[in-house]
């Protein structure tokens, strides 16, 4: 008889089990319900995965979202597992082809949709069929208290009732305390069934930046990682298409995805960085729930996430064939003030649960001190004990000498206290620096002992400040306005005139280390590449994505131990029989070839643990145009007037940039060639600075709105 191990081994070629797979599948084994809460990577589909293979009967798996269905069918069966998908994607004969496999038994594995699932058809099909588990992937769907609620996923319940003799497995990777309890409520599970692994994803190194040039970081962060795999989150489509479409003028190999796209661009550039055709993906959060494509090496975060979940689930999509990643966010308070604007949309229970995960990410991302692992993993439940991961931005950081700042944080708790402990830090910011704006004179607070007595500092430093004091202990924020109150602490201090040590101001730079070593293994990149050019050969001529074949991992390993025989193959990561027969002699031929020809020997498998100015909005447009974008698209583009567009195209040309599209420039204007050359003659004359001289000189014959093109047709003349 099969056992667990063995079919991890045989099927998947996996050697040991991560944390808590064996313990959730020897307890599906033994009938019993169960709830797994594992990281992103952390290996949750081999939990039904392997039961599937064990069990008398039909695994059923609802699952949110078609590509993550499409890709972990395409995933079985490349590992010899009869799996199979329903859902509207599939054309009507395929439909029910797929029902005729599972009524006769020859599937193991079907995946569905919740609004699938909840049909008289598909009630049908399983009356007729032996439901052996009911597997429910990102459960915390189930919970209004989770950052994606969708109601949908409380019908659930209904086949729980329908089918009480199949053992039900809930399976997520962001679950806190309070939405587990709620999914266990919901699925009427017992406590003792609940299985939760560490949260705390070491191969990613973690990293919050402060946000001054978006463009330019993101720039620079992308130079040093070319040729390298990684998803950039944005807050809005507009800000997707804008990014995607500079990081190709850029020559990055970047594609958009986001909801307002057609459909089938969307799939189709889903598809483009799921098989290596293109290296970054631009995405809202719409994108990559469900996508295990595990050699992500990289995910930035242009704008604040809304939640810590969100922000996990999406980091978690880097590194998850265990390899080291990078994980950058980028973050100042605009955001926060934009997220709340759109929360206060909402409706009033809405409106308090995404308060307080927006809260909770902008106590995470203002953190300068402890490691980012502590407050992350503390979110959900973990005690992380480490004070020093060695792999985030805070434990890497030169430390910065701690200075008194007892007099100015004196100063801003009792403002705090004299405005009543009713207002945010902008609010008491504005009352220190003697701000004359209508709510400081609507409250009277001009009147207040400590108005004006701030102004040696700036808003930013006192921004900064009230961040530090709420750190600190000293003050904590309540509702959605985010009041400040002040804590005991803070009363003692103020009372005691208690020394308090910090930072007086921002930070324009931190001295980072870069990236903690990593106990990476050695690899021939010259094979490797090689390699993934054969993966990528056969899964383009599979139509399959390249991961499918096998992934980065097994590829490195195959180039740092030159395997020489199938039993050497069988030993490399993720490897298992079926894949041995399928592709193994292939790749073996590649390995042996080139160890040949370099006089290469196999090495035995031991274990080892695994803002600068060309980035401004005018050049961006510039080098837009430069690449084919017309003026009216430009204005269209950026939702600003033809106008806005020129002045953008004159700083660029002003710059020392010239213009190449000078057909769409002469279309813009409608005066005779004759006055378009006294135009040209006159800003030669006196310049192209200012407007006015020439339209006096030409006696107002030419307007402003076509001398400002006149004065980019004549700067790119120049």
Known sequence: MPTPASILKNTFGYDNFRPYQREVIENILAGRDTLGIMPTGGGKSLCYQIPALMLDGLTLVVSPLIALMKDQVEQMRASGVPAVMLNSSLPAYEYQKNMDLVEDGAVKLLYLAPETLLTPRIFSLLSRTKLALLTIDEAHCISEWGHDFRPEYRQITEIRQRYPE?????????????????????????????????FNRENLFIEVAAKRDA??????????????????????????????????????????????????????????????DIEIIVATIAFGMGINKPNVRFVIHYDLPKSIEGYYQEIGRAGRDGLPAHCLLLYNYSDVSKQRYFINQKEAGEKRVATEHLDAIVRYAEDEIRCRRNPLLTYFGENYKIENCKNCDNCTTTARELTDITIPAQKFLSCVKRTGERFG???????????????????GHENLSTYGIGDELTQKQWMHLSRQLVQMGYLEKSGEYSVLNLTPQAMDALRNRTTIMGHLQEAESRSRRGRAEQKVLDYDKNLFTLLRQKRKALADEAGVPPYVIFSDKTLVEMSAYYPQSLESVLKMSGVGQAKLRRYGEIFLTEIKNYCGKKGIEEKEKSS?????????????????????????????????????ILNHLV????????????????????????????????????????????????????????????????????
């Open 608 to 644: 080892y643990r695994e803002k600068s100015d060309k980035n401004r909005r005018y050049m961006i447009v510039g080098e837009m145009y430069n690449a084919g974008e017309s003026i009216a698209s430009l204005s269209e583009r950026y939702q600003v007037q033809t106008s806005t």
């Open 651 to 718: 700083r660029f040309v002003s710059a020392g940039n010239s213009l190449k599209n000078g057909e769409d420039l002469q279309a813009q204007t409608s005066i005779p060639i004759q006055m378009q050359e006294k135009a040209i003659a006159a800003f030669d004359e006196v310049g192209t600075d200012f407007l006015k001289p020439v339209f006096e000189k030409l006696n107002g014959e030419i307007s402003y709105d076509e001398l400002k093109i006149m004065r980019l047709i004549a700067l790119s003349k120049g």
């Open 425 to 443: 830090a902008g609010h008491v910011t504005d009352v220190l620096r003697g701000s004359k704006n209508k709510k400081v004179l609507r409250y």
């Open 215 to 276: 463009m330019g970081q993101s720039l620079q962060f992308l130079e040093k990682r070319k040729e390298e795999s990684g998803i950039i989150y944005c807050f809005s489509r507009r800000q997707v298409d804008e990014l995607a479409s500079y990081l190709e003028i850029k020559g990055f190999s970047a594609l958009p995805y986001h909801a307002g796209l057609e459909d089938a661009v969307r799939k189709a550039n889903q598809e483009a960085f799921i098989r290596d």
């Open 166 to 198: 199949a053992t039900c497995l809930a399976l997520t990777a962001t679950a806190t305390p309070r939405v587990r309890a709620d999914i266990t409520s919901s699925l009427n599970f017992e406590e003792s069934n609940e299985f939760v692994a560490s």
